[in-house]
């Protein structure tokens, strides 16, 4: 029996084609990792929104499906916070670049 929380092996092929790494690297994995994810969260999602809660008399589970996925969605990072992160990667191009965008 097959883990109903692991993408089936399709799914795994379409991305694995999809991937803009086709050598097998840490890279290409973390692309693996992220699409499962993000599988994953679509799979509660659906399953949440289809379940409906008859104690509150409306459809709970649509709400709670909603707000699952704004959680568990990837926020862009802040100009502040894309600074920081060029600043330790020492990418000092890239951090005067984002610095020009700072208002005064």
Known sequence: MTNPNTPPPELRCQ???ES???VISVE??????DRASQ???EACCEWLANARN????????KILS??????MSPKPLSL??????????GDEKRA?????ELDD
Not at 28 to 33: A, N, P, Q
Not at 66 to 71: E, I, K, M, S, V
Not at 96 to 100: F, G, M, V
């Open 39 to 41: 599988w994953q969260l």
């Open 54 to 61: 008859h104690d509150f008399g409306y459809d709970y589970g």
């Open 80 to 89: 502040k916070e894309k600074l920081s992160k060029a600043i330790i990667e």
């Open 20 to 22: 803009p790494f086709k």
């Open 66 to 71: 909603d707000r699952l996925r704004a959680a």
């Open 28 to 33: 290409r994995e973390d692309y693996m990792i």
């Open 15 to 17: 991305w694995q084609s």
């Open 96 to 100: 005067l670049k984002l610095l020009e």
